[in-house]
């Protein structure tokens, strides 16, 4: 990033000290030395006085060197004593004027070039603060960064993982190279294309792609680029940008973190003459009033659309939304190769298995976890990242930083063996779980004193009322394998419960998953805020609905507790030997676990 410098006074003080300072230097070096009017007269008598000028206080003269050739003289003044200098002089056959040698080019040096360094020096302070800050005289002109054909190497080979979004902006490619295509029909592109989806799934990188793909200029910036301190501002850029985007058309417009910018009118602001208010009624006019046959295009991307004015939404000027959403399996693997491509691995890497690992992350978590992989490598010395370096990673992002340096008193110690392994049993004993990968102690990020790691088999979109019911099960493993050991419970299941709770409310009052309350929808829709106005909306339901809602939650609670604490009282023998076993390596592989699981039989009832 470009480091911002601000003009300062200090900078004219130090100009000025620099000026004087070499004024003073230039004079000391051409400055013609003074004598004594008794020395001029010995000097004169002694014949080595070659010519003078004089006037009427001073005299000025060329005298003799002493030590040099014949031709050698340096200058020299004195102040005028005598004023029957001239007889003497004559009496000495001394050549003398009535004039003073011209100090013109001297005095030009000597204050000329100090000038001339300081407008230099203000010039590109100047100009620094010109490029930086603009200035005051272009504080109604955008920002945005404008990138030409040759300068955007990104293509659709960079995008992966969003196939479909890639196919809706095929039709704008198409546009902007040959728009007589859709023209001779009487078809319109879209004025507006917006890119929604969360953050880090691509949507910047895809809108430079469509523009790399169509060999168009890009302008692009920031909806929080448009507004600043000054009324009036924001609206200026707007109509500016437009003007520039009309002159370099066909073109696109990018338009980042449309949420800014594009937030609902009469939302948050204190009357109707505010800034933001004000660029965004210009981008509405201005979307109205090109035309689309110019061959200007409209991106912006946002992640937050539920907040965005129902005026920009609608259907002549936003009218295209494009979902780049959370990638698949397949997305995953095809951005994984992307990234690979950066690093040296080694050759039988399994990059379906690190897709696997990996449910839920988007492009920039991939992108960040192949770097991680590659520091790991570096730091081990090696000269290819490999598969280890690589779960590492995953478990890095997904868990935190290992703190082994973190002393936890052997009690705690145990304790949190127990617990991790109590989740990991009830997991591997119950139909339809993730699979367990990895069960460790070592502490992790803020608070995480231990964790397993499930990674599913593949990606789920549905899950039925057993499979969310096994779910809070395993969740309460760790503190049902508490109980069932030391006869106590600790702190340590505070996340577990509040996870536990959550699936059995959403099981509750929206998936209608409870015979006694019904098939009924009692969750808050969720709605703009521009709608609610702030404001909470009251319960959908009575008190007695609400009493039976808190019921039948710690009804499910509970009896899921029961049922893990079943399961590992049946399986006490593995749970011991899980939690030493864990105790003395700190890590343990989720296949250890299930050997040892196979090999102690399970108790009867």
């Not at 507004?227 to 940008?241: N, S």
């Not at 208010?277 to 937050?304: H, S, Y």
């Not at 419960?497 to 998953?513: H, P």
């Amino acid at each position: 990033m470009k480091k911002q410098h601000q003009f300062s006074l200090w900078y004219v003080l130090i100009g000025v000290w620099v000026v004087l300072i070499i004024q003073s230097y230039i004079a000391s070096m051409l400055a013609i030395p003074t004598i004594p009017y008794s020395q001029f007269l010995k000097l004169l008598k002694a014949g080595k006085v070659v010519e003078v000028a004089i006037t009427a206080n001073q005299i000025q003269g060329k005298m003799k060197a002493e030590g040099g050739g014949p031709g050698d003289v340096k200058q020299f003044k004195t102040i005028r004593v005598d004023p029957e200098l001239s007889e003497v002089l004559d009496q000495y056959q001394v050549v003398f004027k009535g004039e003073i040698e011209s100090t013109f080019f001297r005095d030009l040096l000597s204050w000329v070039l100090p000038l001339v360094l300081f407008v230099g020096i203000w010039y590109f302070l100047m100009k620094r603060m010109g490029t930086q800050q603009a200035g005051f005289m272009t504080l109604g002109k955008n920002k945005a960064k404008i990138y030409m054909e040759n300068e955007l190497n990104v293509t659709f080979e960079d995008v992966a993982g969003v196939d479909e979004a890639k196919q809706e902006l095929v039709e704008v490619i198409e546009f902007l190279k040959t728009p007589a295509k859709f023209t001779e029909l009487g078809g319109k592109i879209p004025k507006g294309i917006l890119l929604v989806g969360p953050p880090g799934t691509g949507k910047t990188l895809l809108a430079k792609a469509v523009a790399g793909e169509s060999g168009v200029p890009f302008f692009s910036l920031s909806g929080s680029e448009f507004v600043e301190m000054f009324v009036g501002l924001g609206a200026a850029r707007v109509r500016d940008l437009f003007v520039q985007a009309k002159e370099k058309a066909p073109c696109i417009i990018f338009i980042d973190e449309l949420d800014a910018l594009g937030k609902a009118r009469g939302f948050g602001t204190m009357g109707g003459h505010d800034e933001r208010e004000q660029t965004l009624n210009q981008l509405l006019v201005e979307m109205d009033g090109f035309d689309p046959k110019a061959g200007v295009i409209l991106m912006a991307a946002t992640n937050r659309p539920e907040i965005l004015d129902p005026a920009l939404l609608r259907p002549g000027r936003f009218d295209r939304h494009v979902l780049v959403d959370r990638p698949d399996k397949l997305g995953r693997i095809e951005i994984l190769k992307v990234h690979l491509k950066k690093i040296k691995t080694v050759p039988d890497l399994d990059v379906e298995k690190l897709a696997n690992m990996t449910p839920g992350m988007v492009g920039a978590d991939l992108a960040n976890l192949i770097n991680e992989a590659a520091l790991l490598a570096v730091r081990r010395n090696k000269k290819e990242v490999g598969m280890l370096e690589f779960e590492e990673a995953v478990e890095r992002i997904v868990a935190g930083l290992e703190k082994k340096n973190r002393l936890i008193n052997p009690r705690e110690r145990e304790i949190v063996a127990y617990h991790e392994i109590g989740h990991a049993l009830v997991a591997l004993s119950l139909p339809g779980t993730d699979p367990v990968h990895k069960i460790s102690i070592i502490p992790r990020g803020i608070s995480a004193l231990g964790y397993t790691m499930q990674v599913p088999t593949e990606d789920r979109f549905l899950m039925k009322k057993t499979e969310l019911l096994n779910k809070i099960a395993t969740l309460l493993g760790g503190r049902a394998a508490e109980e069932l050991i030391f006869g106590d419970v600790s702190t340590g299941a505070h996340n577990d419960l509040a996870r536990a709770t959550d699936i059995a409310r959403s099981m509750i009052k929206e998936y209608g998953m409870s015979s006694r309350v019904g098939q009924v929808y009692l969750a808050r829709e969720q709605r703009p805020l521009y709608l609610n106005m702030g404001q909470r909306e009251p319960g959908d339901y009575s008190e007695t609905t609400a009493q039976l809602i808190d019921s039948e939650i710690k009804d499910t609670l509970d009896r899921e507790y029961e049922r893990a604490s079943k399961i590992l009282s049946d399986r006490k023998n593995a749970l011991i030997q899980g939690a030493n076993l864990l105790l003395q390596k700190e890590k343990v592989e989720g296949a250890e676990l299930k050997a040892l699981l196979q090999e102690q039989p399970q108790r009867a009832s």
